[in-house]
């Protein structure tokens, strides 16, 4: 009985491993594409309102 299962069971934890390692290289590839266009923007002069330099919290 356990042997006719087997297949279904390795299939779901294929298939789960694969969909965790492509969103995992999804947030890779998203996060390296994010850094880029901020420093292309830095480097246009665009400047995040984070990092306005007040040093009074807003």
């Given at each position: 009985m356990a042997d006719t299962h087997a297949f279904f069971?390795?299939?779901?934890?294929?298939a789960s491993a694969v969909s965790i390692a492509l969103l995992a290289l999804w947030i890779l590839f998203d996060g390296r594409a994010v850094r880029r266009q901020l420093a292309a923007m830095e480097a246009r002069g665009i400047r995040r309102r984070s990092n306005?330099?007040?040093g009074d919290g807003r």
């Open positions: 069971i390795a299939a779901a934890y294929g306005t330099g007040t």
